[in-house]
């Protein structure tokens, strides 16, 4: 087994985990219709979830660079990041992945990407978190440890 400090054991891309949920969806959509229909509501309430994901991406991808580290989820942290939205979150990114998801699942009409949503829920924290938090754990110590305990992973 590979050691955890050098590098994150990540099995699947974080983006590609949200991507697939939806694109099932879509395809799940035209096979056995389950329409979520939130009326006029829909359109403007999707594209406010999208942006505020995206805006919170945004704050957390500028905290991690201005840490001078990376976003890649397979290469090697070089600074733990507690400032910007990591003083909120320790997944702000894929926090913000949720907005966005939540919007598409709007702008879809449908409601299987809430069906799915467990799912990409499990894949998530089991497949991209837990070997990311290993990652940290290893490479800062009791630097993570500590922030572990005063920031939730979510929000």
């Known amino acids: 087994m590979r050691d955890p400090a050098i590098r994150p ?3 699947i ?4 985990v949200y991507a697939i949920a939806l694109f099932a969806a879509w395809w799940l959509q035209g096979w056995m219709p389950l329409p979520l229909d939130l009326g006029e509501l829909a359109r403007p309430l999707g594209w406010a979830l999208i942006g505020i994901g ?5 704050w957390a991808l500028a905290a991690i660079w201005g840490h001078r580290t990376t976003v890649n989820p397979y290469k090697a942290a070089s600074n733990l990041v507690t400032r910007g939205p990591f003083r909120y979150s320790r997944n702000p990114i894929y926090a913000s992945d949720w907005f966005v998801y939540a919007g598409a699942m709007l702008l879809l009409k449908t409601a299987w990407p809430l069906l799915l949503a467990p799912l990409v829920f499990l894949v998530m924290r089991y497949m991209v978190i837990a070997h990311e938090e ?3 754990e ?4 009791d630097e993570y440890r500590g922030y572990k305990a005063r920031v939730r ?3």
């Open 9 to 11: 054991l990540t099995l």
């Open 13 to 16: 891309p974080p983006p590609l």
């Open 54 to 58: 995206l805006a919170g991406f945004t």
């Open 134 to 136: 290993s990652h940290l």
């Open 138 to 141: 290893a490479r800062f110590g």
């Open 153 to 155: 992973r979510w929000l």
